[in-house]
């Protein structure tokens, strides 16, 4: 089986602070990371090599060169093989010239019969590369994955994860699917992957090797604009009703008429 | 960012921090403490990861890793945990070492993997109760009786004994006093005549038994000599020569916690009305901490960078960093407890953890004295 996993580093946002007063990222000196939900994605590819090892698990990424390390750290967890999409063209991209990119790269890498990516990413949260990827290369795609039930030969059976409970959903492949951190719990490198992962040609791809127009990718092919991006005013602590049902009832309608809302 | 250190060995930090923060919270760690036990899961773990065997060729079944890495893993693992460390460098040096070093191909198939693989646990049982620094003065026996040995003895401060599967022996394989021919022997504790004795109460690094082990006419079997008859001690030392820059990086990492637990504390500790961070006394004290936790890591590494380039001085070097890195790791654990003022000398604190962790280092793996001697002899030769 040949797998693809979309990874992205980016910055460790449990460690960016907000500036007070521009109101945007203060991104000196935070680490970068592997995206958390991609790095489900990875796993869940790598779980799919331990039961058939004859499988190949190829990252994609685009992303500056010190993407680079991101995706040997992929190699380290066990991943083939890596292509970095790395090139100023693709600067300022959105989510519709990533995927596009992306989509590109993955024709570029011919057959396969899953791609994985995360749902999104935290420094974006968009969760729209995965599926737009899928429509772009024609494919179909169960996003919010939380659970791989079964491996059939031409199509696979997942948990679509929803807000009260989820869907069985059987696709065939090719498909594209987006994990969620339910879907299990990413394994950590190992120290000959480590040296391996250092070793490895890692290919790096630019607007030429993907055949595409420079006008054709990042910011230049990129129809949305971040206007403006801010931390909403946190909102004050809320009133905990406790008790019985019938008195937290009675609580509730009682401020509800306390405030003329009833 | 440091000198002697490529990417690969900031890869290897990262891996064994996240593994450290993430299996080895302070639950786990008070639990160590108060069972004495370290949990089986972290141990499996440690070897899933390749901690066991990161020198040792891919070839052979380890991590083909160089000792950078190496050290880089044992100050990683003992800035958050001594005793997980101990369990890690142990089959790497004290337990792996002697085996890769001498073993046939059938010995290190038969105990290197499985000890790397976590499948089996080795001690290394050289110390005697009047063999310390100068285990030439071994009375530990082993005399040739057709195809086997039979060794008996004592052997005393085993770290491991009373947990391991086998123990590598060290032995006088000539009785006279004056030939100074050891030999190492691979013994199975089920052997009989072999026992260990009740597990030593030690001030530090709780989690991991140390016992004597006593040797009462066992016979072993002469496939289990590793090495010739007489390369015993030469084994050792080269053993011992690798165990120096592991104990060097765990007192980096001890002293880097305790860095670290003083700075936290002096910024939320007020004292006269201010945090404690902003009185000079206690600001001075952080910078020197600072600045001798960065000489020990820059001793260290180059160490660790000449052995990767096959300087023939390292010995001298590798002395030099457990020397001072040791030594200087005193200092600044007790500086930690008296930023910490009389919480520090409460168990609910890290740093007292710390102070009790680190005060062996001066005397194990080589006193500081033997390095002393060792350095002495390189520079006045």
Not at chain 1, 41 to 70: F, H, N, R, W, Y
Not at chain 1, 108 to 125: N, V
Not at chain 1, 148 to 174: A, H, T
Not at chain 2, 369 to 381: D, E, G, N
Request: with cysteine.
């Amino acid at each position: 089986m040949k797998i693809i996993v979309c990874a992205k580093q980016v910055p460790d946002t449990t460690e960016v602070r907000i500036d007070p007063v521009k109101g945007t990222l203060i991104r000196d000196g935070v680490p970068s990371i592997l995206n958390p939900d991609d790095a489900n994605a990875l796993e869940a590819a790598l779980c799919i090599k331990d039961a058939a090892p004859d499988t190949k698990v190829t990252i994609v990424s685009m992303g500056p060169p010190q993407a680079m390390e991101m995706i040997r750290e992929c190699l380290a967890m066990g991943a083939d093989d890596g292509v970095l999409l790395s090139d100023r063209a693709f600067g300022g991209a959105d989510t519709i010239a990533t995927s596009s990119q992306i989509a590109g790269a993955i024709r570029k890498l011919g057959e396969y019969d899953i791609i994985f990516a995360g749902r999104q990413a935290i420094d974006g949260d968009t969760a729209q590369v995965g599926p737009q990827i899928a429509r772009r290369l024609g494919i179909p795609s169960v996003t919010y994955v939380q659970k791989i039930r079964e491996i059939k030969e031409k199509s696979v059976v997942v948990e679509r994860q929803m807000e009260d409970g989820y869907e069985v959903l059987e696709v065939q492949m090719p498909c594209l699917l987006t994990a969620v951190k339910e879907l299990n719990t990413p394994r950590y490198m190992t120290v000959s992957g480590i040296m391996d992962a250092y070793n490895a040609q890692i290919t790096v791809w630019n607007h030429n090797d993907l055949g595409m127009a420079p006008e054709n990718c990042g910011l230049a092919a990129s129809p949305t604009q971040v206007l403006r991006s801010f931390t909403p005013a946190p909102k004050g602590k809320g009133e905990m009703a406790s008790g019985s049902v019938k008195d937290m009832a009675k609580t509730l309608v009682d401020r509800l008429s306390e405030k003329h809302l009833i | 960012m440091y000198a002697f250190l490529e990417p690969k060995h900031e890869m290897v930090r990262k891996l064994v921090r996240q593994f450290a923060e993430t299996e080895l919270p302070k639950e786990v760690i008070d639990r160590i403490e108060e069972t004495h036990e370290f949990p089986t899961d972290v141990f499996d773990k440690m070897a899933a990861c390749g901690f066991f065997g990161m020198r040792v060729p891919k070839a052979l079944g380890g991590q083909g890793a160089d000792y950078r890495s190496y050290v880089i893993m044992a100050e990683e693992l003992a800035r958050v945990s001594v005793v997980a460390n101990i369990w890690a460098t142990t089959p790497n040096s004290l337990a792996g070492g002697p085996i890769l070093n001498e073993g046939t191909d059938e010995q290190k198939a038969k105990y290197l993997k499985p000890v790397m693989d976590g499948k089996i646990k080795i001690c290394f049982a050289l110390t005697e109760p009047e063999a310390g620094s100068d285990p030439s003065a071994m009375t530990t026996t082993a005399v040739k009786d057709g195809d086997d040995y039979i060794l008996n003895g004592r052997k005393c401060f085993i770290t491991m004994a009373p947990l391991a599967d086998y123990a590598i022996v060290f032995a006088r394989t000539n009785p006279d006093p004056r030939a100074r021919e050891i030999s190492a022997f691979v013994v199975d504790m089920k052997l009989p005549g072999v026992s260990t004795g009740a597990p030593e109460k030690k001030m530090g690094c709780i989690g991991c038994a140390t016992s004597d082990i006593v040797l009462n006419n066992v016979r072993v079997h002469k496939s289990n000599l590793l090495g010739a008859e007489g390369s015993g001690l030469k084994n050792a030392l080269a053993t011992l020569d690798v165990g120096r820059m592991a104990c060097a990086a765990q007192a980096v990492g001890v002293a880097q916690a305790a860095l670290e637990e003083a700075v936290k504390y002096s910024k939320e500790r007020r004292q006269f009305g201010k945090p404690i961070c902003k009185h000079q006394a206690i600001a001075f004290m952080i910078a020197d901490m600072a600045t001798k936790v960065e000489s020990m890591r820059m001793m260290l590494y180059q160490a660790a960078w000449m052995k990767d380039m096959g300087s023939k001085d390292v010995a001298k070097y590798a002395s030099m960093a457990k020397y001072y890195c040791c030594e200087t790791v005193q200092d600044i654990v007790g500086k930690a407890v008296q930023i910490h003022g009389g919480y520090g000398y409460m168990k609910d604190y890290k740093v007292e953890r710390l102070y009790r962790d680190a005060r062996v280092m001066t005397i194990y793996e080589g006193t500081s004295q033997v390095q002393q001697m060792v350095i002495s002899r390189a520079v006045l030769k």
